[in-house]
């Protein structure tokens, strides 16, 4: 299990327990986290998953792919250098500890 930290737009913190492999989206939906929505089920094609990675993780994780940062150009709340699609990150022991906050709104 990899412990990852939820921190939404007022402040309020949640971990969640994600199995290896699992990607961030999923293991948010799964969880009920207001503010992920995941509409397109975790294939890049809604940014319903628009995170801001914790810059002191931002080198832990994969650069991302083009269809990640099309979709990107996308979100409804702004872009910042350290957003990211949770469906794109795919967690691991390495991630242990990570932390992510959740933008005002998704839609």
């Known amino acids: 299990m990899v412990n990852v930290n ?13 199995l290896e492999g699992q ?14 929505l995941g509409e397109c ?9 628009h995170v801001y990675v914790d810059e002191a993780f931002a080198d832990q994780l994969p650069t991302p792919l083009d269809t990640e ?6 979100t409804v709340s702004d872009r910042l250098p350290n957003s990211r699609l949770a469906c794109q990150i795919k967690l691991s022991v ?3 500890g990570l932390v992510v906050r959740l933008p005002d709104r998704q839609q």
């Open 69 to 74: 940062l099309e979709m990107l150009e996308c």
């Open 6 to 18: 939820l921190i939404d737009a007022s402040g309020l913190s949640q971990t969640l327990h994600v």
């Open 94 to 96: 390495l991630h242990e």
């Open 41 to 49: 089920g975790g294939s890049a094609m809604c940014a319903t998953c």
């Open 23 to 36: 990607s961030l989206m999923q293991a948010a939906v799964s969880a009920g986290v207001a503010g992920i």
